[in-house]
């Protein structure tokens, strides 16, 4: 089975979080270490996330909001991983939250793996065009939740069973390893 690795966002995502709620109820999932989620370091997130990669080959990432930027930037940095697919919850411009400001701007470049960004219409921490603009740099498609404030626990998002869909549907597109899309060309099956 595919290992679902799961990248917290800023301060963690302890229970109620549907992150929380997913790794402890899916056998195929496991939430990352990622340090010190107070003070996150770019290069340590990056570095842990590439190391569990290496770990679990062919994996399919599940970011928020800060966790969704790391697997971006890994995907744009990194393009040798093996990586099955992303799903990206939230994901913020790091460089609107003084706390995070050292991550940077989310990447420009178009992923080699199927990827899903997931929005809130109503997102205190990231407008919903920018959303939309950061799913088309990355070639990723976007799922509209709605008037879902940051997807998370503040927003009253404990179990989310949605996710786990669109990962299998994520999965379902992957088919072919990722080391044959990196070899020749991005692949996409049709919808």
């Keep these: 089975m595919t290992k679902t690795l799961i990248v917290p966002g800023l301060d963690g995502s302890p229970a109620p979080h549907w992150q929380d709620w997913w790794a402890r109820t899916d056998p195929d999932a496991m939430m990352l270490d990622m340090g010190d989620t107070a003070r996150p370091v770019r290069e340590v997130w990056q570095a842990t996330l590439a190391v569990h990669v290496m770990t679990y080959p062919d994996s399919i990432l599940v970011g928020h909001s800060l966790g969704a ?43 080699d793996v199927p990827a899903l960004v997931v929005a809130s219409r109503n997102d205190p921490l990231v407008s919903f065009d920018a959303s939309r603009r950061m799913a088309a740099d990355w070639d990723a498609d976007l799922y509209d939740l709605g008037h879902a404030g940051h997807i998370n626990t503040a927003s009253g998002f404990g ?26 060309g991005a692949f996409r099956q049709p919808a």
């Design 69 to 111: 930027v790391t697997i971006a930037q890994l995907l744009a940095r990194w393009p040798g991983l093996r990586i099955r697919a992303a799903l990206l919850v939230a994901p913020v411009d790091p460089r609107a939250i003084d706390r995070i400001a050292g991550f940077g701007a989310p990447p420009r470049e178009a992923f």
């Design 159 to 184: 179990p989310w069973t949605k996710g786990k869909e669109l990962r299998d549907l994520l999965l379902a597109r992957t088919r072919r390893p990722s080391a044959l899309r990196r070899m020749f």
